[in-house]
């Protein structure tokens, strides 16, 4: 998640679980060699609902003492005794002129008088050996290290693919751009081409790694994994966003805060203009490890939509097929159709992942200006994908390919004339398309973890009619929230909560 964005909307399309057909079997690491705040019993799968299964139940275990109990103080105070770590590992991701080596900061670890180590979370303290706690120094390097390798290898290929995406839009050759990138702009002393058409410098992976990693809490975000000041190379990773990456067998959630870090890929203000968590998202979430976020999460939801549109995939109908009972919060899934589901799911995500790493984000970063004006005419963060998918790809969500293309021209006309008519009223609306005022990135990321989109709908329509209900959710305290939107949840579901 990165800090400083002002989002519009609190209504989002959420999904369900992605799955797998055959997996191997679970690997479990000794305890030892895991940090010592990973739950007992702890094992990483890629068997999609043995994922999903272990992603929800880690997270209820973990949950107040790694985001916070809604009793709680809500703030923390690392102090000047929390240990500090300088390491050797050069970082390139800041605004500062000058290289940095990374210094990983341990908030709530503080070394006591005795020579013995403290450590404190939400909800409790104990004292740690020295062997525990170079556990958790090495394995924290160590993340940030293989995320940073791992983004690296992902944005080198954007990188080289933009070049050639900017190259044909000025209409000359690749080699005759890359030869003047990076020569000084006629008449201007400091300024260089590379500049003026937005291509990034050269990818290394520095650029990946945080010039100041901090493990620890962020309880006014609860829910949120990793947090990311944007222009600074200071990231925020959360115990729980280790365990999951433990769990998925990637560092997503290190790799995801580690895009956001990276200047030459996403900078404050330009990052007002484009939707830097689906970009951030894209390196990690499409993976084939991955089998918990495609479907579920907040970020991929403009995606999700258009694997609906072009590939025919039905979320709700996945919901009611592969869930069987929801037990108020108690979910029985249909371990058969699970799987089933999953099969279409995966052939989604290699296809979108190839796409958007050939065609969508190298024409982002080939005129980011330009597709951040693009955006803001349509009311739209995510045109570039819209735009690069219509033009790739045909319509078949309308029962099949064929009778989507023979519906399409026969109402050509109208939907011409509705699309004219959509565009011309959202002209100057904010970009997320609702007409809700502004509410946190906090109360956005609560709203997609806890409604599925047929349950959404029904809140839209709420809100629609009781406009005035959406202004007490935002003086609400985030314990108020949480416990609101709960309580809509369940009564939705036929259940009564006193």
Same mark, same amino acid.
């Given at each position: 998640?990165?800090?400083?964005?002002?989002?519009?909307?609190?209504?989002?399309?959420?999904?369900?679980?992605?799955?797998?057909?055959?997996?191997?079997?679970?690997?479990?690491?000794?305890?030892?060699?895991?940090?010592?705040?990973?739950?007992?019993?702890?094992?990483?799968?890629?068997?999609?609902?043995?994922?999903?299964?272990?992603?929800?139940?880690?997270?209820?275990?973990?949950?107040?003492?790694?985001?916070?109990?809604?009793?709680?103080?809500?703030?923390?105070?690392?102090?000047?005794?929390?240990?500090?770590?300088?390491?050797?590992?050069?970082?390139?991701?800041?605004?500062?002129?000058?290289?940095?080596?990374?210094?990983?900061?341990?908030?709530?670890?503080?070394?006591?008088?005795?020579?013995?180590?403290?450590?404190?979370?939400?909800?409790?303290?104990?004292?740690?050996?020295?062997?525990?706690?170079?556990?958790?120094?090495?394995?924290?390097?160590?993340?940030?290290?293989?995320?940073?390798?791992?983004?690296?290898?992902?944005?080198?290929?954007?990188?080289?693919?933009?070049?050639?995406?900017?190259?044909?839009?000025?209409?000359?050759?690749?080699?005759?751009?890359?030869?003047?990138?990076?020569?000084?702009?006629?008449?201007?002393?400091?300024?260089?081409?590379?500049?003026?058409?937005?291509?990034?410098?050269?990818?290394?992976?520095?650029?990946?790694?945080?010039?100041?990693?901090?493990?620890?809490?962020?309880?006014?975000?609860?829910?949120?994994?990793?947090?990311?000041?944007?222009?600074?190379?200071?990231?925020?990773?959360?115990?729980?966003?280790?365990?999951?990456?433990?769990?998925?067998?990637?560092?997503?959630?290190?790799?995801?805060?580690?895009?956001?870090?990276?200047?030459?890929?996403?900078?404050?203000?330009?990052s007002e203009a484009f939707d830097v968590e689906l970009i951030a998202s894209?390196?990690?979430?499409?993976?084939?490890?991955?089998?918990?976020?495609?479907?579920?999460?907040?970020?991929?939801?403009?995606?999700?939509?258009?694997?609906?549109?072009?590939?025919?995939?039905?979320?709700?109908?996945?919901?009611?097929?592969?869930?069987?009972?929801?037990?108020?919060?108690?979910?029985? =899934? $249909?371990?058969?159709?699970?799987?089933?589901?999953?099969? @279409? %799911? !995966?052939?989604?995500? +290699?296809?979108?992942?190839?796409?958007?790493?050939?065609?969508?984000?190298?024409?982002?970063?080939?005129?980011?200006?330009?597709?951040?004006?693009?955006?803001?005419?349509?009311?739209?963060?995510?045109?570039?994908?819209?735009?690069?998918?219509?033009?790739?790809?045909?319509?078949?969500?309308?029962?099949?390919?064929?009778?989507?293309?023979?519906?399409?021209?026969?109402?050509?006309?109208?939907?011409?004339?509705?699309?004219?008519?959509?565009?011309?009223?959202?002209?100057?609306?904010?970009?997320?398309?609702?007409?809700?005022?502004?509410?946190?990135?906090?109360?956005?990321?609560? =709203? $997609?973890?806890?409604?599925?989109?047929?349950?959404?709908? @029904? %809140? !839209?329509?709420?809100? +629609?009619?009781?406009?005035?209900?959406?202004?007490?959710?935002?003086?609400?305290?985030?314990?108020?929230?949480?416990?609101?939107?709960?309580?809509?949840?369940?009564?939705?579901?036929?259940?009564?909560?006193?």
């Open positions: 998640m990165q800090f400083k964005r002002f989002l519009a909307a609190v209504l989002v399309l959420a999904g369900i679980a992605l799955g797998q057909t055959q997996a191997p079997a679970p690997t479990v690491p000794s305890q030892a060699a895991l940090p010592f705040f990973f739950p007992p019993g702890f094992y990483t799968t890629t068997d999609p609902l043995r994922q999903r299964e272990e992603y929800v139940r880690w997270l209820n275990s973990t949950w107040n003492c790694n985001q916070g109990n809604p009793n709680g103080m809500g703030a923390t105070i690392p102090g000047s005794d929390s240990i500090a770590v300088q390491t050797d590992v050069v970082s390139t991701d800041s605004v500062t002129e000058n290289p940095a080596k990374m210094k990983m900061v341990f908030d709530h670890y503080i070394k006591m008088p005795n020579g013995q180590i403290r450590y404190s979370d939400l909800c409790h303290t104990e004292m740690l050996t020295d062997a525990q706690f170079a556990v958790v120094r090495d394995g924290l390097k160590k993340q940030a290290v293989d995320a940073a390798q791992r983004d690296y290898e992902f944005y080198v290929i954007i990188y080289d693919k933009s070049i050639t995406a900017r190259a044909a839009k000025l209409g000359i050759p690749r080699d005759q751009l890359v030869k003047e990138l990076d020569e000084k702009v006629p008449g201007s002393p400091t300024v260089t081409w590379r500049e003026v058409h937005r291509i990034p410098k050269p990818m290394q992976p520095s650029d990946f790694v945080p010039r100041e990693l901090h493990l620890g809490f962020n309880p006014p975000l609860g829910g949120i994994l990793g947090v990311t000041w944007l222009n600074t190379g200071v990231i925020y990773y959360n115990p729980d966003a280790w365990i999951t990456d433990y769990l998925n067998g990637i560092p997503k959630v290190m790799q995801h805060e580690e895009v956001h870090g990276n200047i030459n890929l996403e900078k404050w203000p330009l894209i390196p990690e979430m499409l993976y084939r490890e991955n089998t918990t976020d495609f479907p579920s999460h907040g970020y991929a939801r403009d995606i999700r939509e258009l694997a609906q549109i072009y590939f025919g995939m039905d979320w709700d109908e996945m919901h009611k097929q592969t869930v069987k009972m929801d037990f108020a919060g108690n979910i029985v =899934y $249909d371990d058969e159709k699970y799987l089933y589901y999953y099969k @279409q %799911i !995966e052939q989604i995500k +290699a296809e979108m992942l190839r796409f958007f790493v050939d065609v969508t984000i190298p024409e982002f970063e080939s005129d980011p200006i330009g597709w951040s004006a693009i955006n803001d005419i349509r009311g739209d963060n995510n045109t570039v994908f819209r735009i690069t998918m219509a033009d790739h790809y045909q319509i078949c969500s309308l029962g099949g390919c064929a009778k989507s293309q023979q519906w399409l021209e026969e109402n050509k006309d109208a939907i011409n004339e509705i699309a004219k008519k959509a565009f011309e009223a959202g002209l100057g609306k904010n970009r997320s398309g609702g007409n809700f005022k502004d509410v946190t990135p906090w109360m956005r990321a609560q =709203y $997609d973890r806890l409604f599925m989109p047929s349950e959404q709908a @029904q %809140i !839209e329509k709420y809100f +629609a009619a009781h406009p005035e209900q959406l202004d007490n959710l935002r003086r609400m305290s985030p314990a108020e929230a949480v416990q609101f939107m709960q309580r809509f949840k369940d009564s939705t579901q036929g259940v009564t909560v006193r």
